[in-house]
């Protein structure tokens, strides 16, 4: 199993959680639903790591 890093990060996150607010500005529930899809996989790809991915989004599910 691939240990998940899930130390802060980001550099910005407040500019981060502002930009991804905008983002969804003027969307439908569905249109939101579709970005967030988008940029899951964008990211994951950006990750390229399967396993690192697969503990994410197992980390998501646990904490729902």
């Known amino acids: 199993m691939t240990d998940l890093?899930?130390?802060?990060?980001l550099e910005?996150?407040?500019?981060?959680?502002?930009?991804?607010?905008a983002a969804h500005a003027?969307?439908?529930p569905a249109q939101s639903r579709?970005?967030?899809?988008?940029?899951?996989?964008?990211?994951a790809n950006q990750i390229g790591n399967t396993a690192i991915i697969m503990a994410?989004?197992?980390e998501?599910?646990?904490?729902?």
């Open 12 to 21: 910005e996150p407040d500019a981060v959680f502002s930009a991804l607010i």
């Open 60 to 64: 998501a599910r646990r904490t729902i």
């Open 26 to 28: 003027g969307l439908d």
């Open 56 to 58: 994410a989004i197992a």
């Open 34 to 43: 579709d970005l967030d899809a988008r940029l899951v996989l964008l990211l």
């Open 5 to 9: 890093d899930t130390s802060p990060r």
